[in-house]
Nanobody, 126 residues
């Protein structure tokens, strides 16, 4: 598994939490990366995309202005800072990569089956 997300936990509504994802792949620094989330029993929701070298980031409307994605290519990590959390943000969060493209064309892309990390659970209490 090349991608490993961690940092999930329990937080009160209005609080903040930071997730990190370690990409152990050989060419991690040249891949666009992003985040999805999934509420149990529902489909996966794309949240953000960040470009490899330009660092440009895009967000879904549901998290825009509250979540910030960043990356450290030297360390092969991607970080998702989540502020002003709401109960509806409760979900499993997954980091993803695209080994075929470096630049984002929006907040969503569909990675291959091998390019999903293991999820980390975020629970926001009201």
């Amino acid at each position: 598994v090349q991608l490993q997300a961690f940092g999930g936990g329990l937080v009160q509504a209005g609080g903040s939490l930071g997730l990190s994802c370690v990409n152990s792949g050989s060419f991690a620094r040249i891949n666009r990366m992003g985040w999805y989330r999934q509420v149990p029993g529902k489909g996966r929701e794309p949240l953000s995309c960040i470009g490899a070298s330009d660092g440009k980031s895009y967000y879904a409307d549901s998290v825009k202005g509250r979540f910030t994605v960043s990356r450290d290519n030297a360390k092969g990590t991607v970080h998702l800072q989540m502020n002003s959390l709401r109960p509806e943000d409760t979900a499993d969060y997954f980091c993803i990569q695209d080994r075929a493209r470096a630049y984002c064309e929006g907040y969503a892309f569909i990675p291959s089956m091998d390019d999903w990390g293991q999820g980390t659970l975020v629970t926001v209490s009201s």
